[in-house]
């Protein structure tokens, strides 16, 4: 059954703009993006929308519906009632670059910061062996389709724009907490994940967890894991005594961390 749609859509780009309304025709079994696409394609042929596979997994059609960030394409108009405007609006976390379309060339250079795997050794066979457990710890993590959406909410950067340079986001927590848990990584991020990428800036309030269309929980599987071991190595009293007499934590030259 097809009804007529008010929507208000953010139309602008870097230097401003503004919420223009409109009214488009939708039918009974749609999301946000078919309504916008075809508004798109009968009334404002220059609008901007970033979008891609229409199925949820590329992460692609990010923007905030009624000011909660969602993926449009997984936003159904049967949520709403047909009498209601639906607002779509661009993420409040980037720069606008037209319309719908944010800069989020932010976490680009959050991802270059953060230290790939180091695999030990191989096996005396020549092969790398992990318990099916260790492998099933992170595999939720790798669920992760980039959207930014978690990244979006989280009011440390949203909120406070200079927090940006400290605070990687949840996104790139969770990448943190995989790469830590692997089992046959030998990099130790903790120090690293505190003080390059602002963990302790986080304050846990589960936004990120809300908003992830994959299901991820990321405070409690991730980010409270990170946190918990950043405390251990640096305020457990038994490996701050490791660390005095040199027992743990030594460098390449053998010298132990001070």
């Known amino acids: 059954m097809a009804y007529d749609l008010k929507m208000r859509v953010w139309r602008g780009d870097a230097d401003g703009g503004e919420l223009t309304d409109y009214t488009v025709e939708v039918s009974e079994g749609e999301v946000v993006l078919d309504a ?132 990687a986001g949840p996104r790139f927590f969770i990448r943190y907490a995989e790469l830590d848990m692997h089992p046959l990584d030998t990099h130790d991020r903790r120090k690293l994940a505190q003080d390059a990428a602002g963990l302790g800036m986080c304050n846990i309030t589960k936004c990120c967890t809300e908003v992830c269309p994959e299901g991820i929980h990321i405070t409690d599987n991730a980010i409270i894991p990170m946190k918990e071991r950043v405390v251990d190595r640096k305020y457990d009293p038994l490996v701050w005594l490791g660390n005095k007499i040199g027992l743990r934590n030594k460098d390449n030259d053998g010298r132990a961390e001070v």
């Open 36 to 167: 916008l696409h075809r508004l798109q394609a009968t009334q404002t042929g220059d609008l901007a929308i970033r979008w891609n596979c229409k199925a949820g997994k590329c992460g692609s059609c990010s923007a905030e519906v009624n000011g909660r960030p969602r993926l449009m394409c997984m936003t159904r108009l049967s949520d709403f009632e047909p009498s209601e405007t639906i607002t779509v609006t661009p993420m409040r976390t980037f720069p606008v670059i037209r319309d719908l379309v944010t800069d989020v060339s932010f976490n680009y250079e959050k991802a270059r910061e953060l230290p790939y795997a180091e695999l030990g050794p191989r096996d005396a066979d020549g092969k790398r062996r992990m318990m099916q457990v260790d492998v099933e710890r992170g595999q939720e993590f790798r669920k992760c389709i980039e959207c930014y959406l978690c990244q979006d909410v989280c009011h440390v950067v949203r909120d406070h724009e200079d927090n940006k340079q400290h605070f």
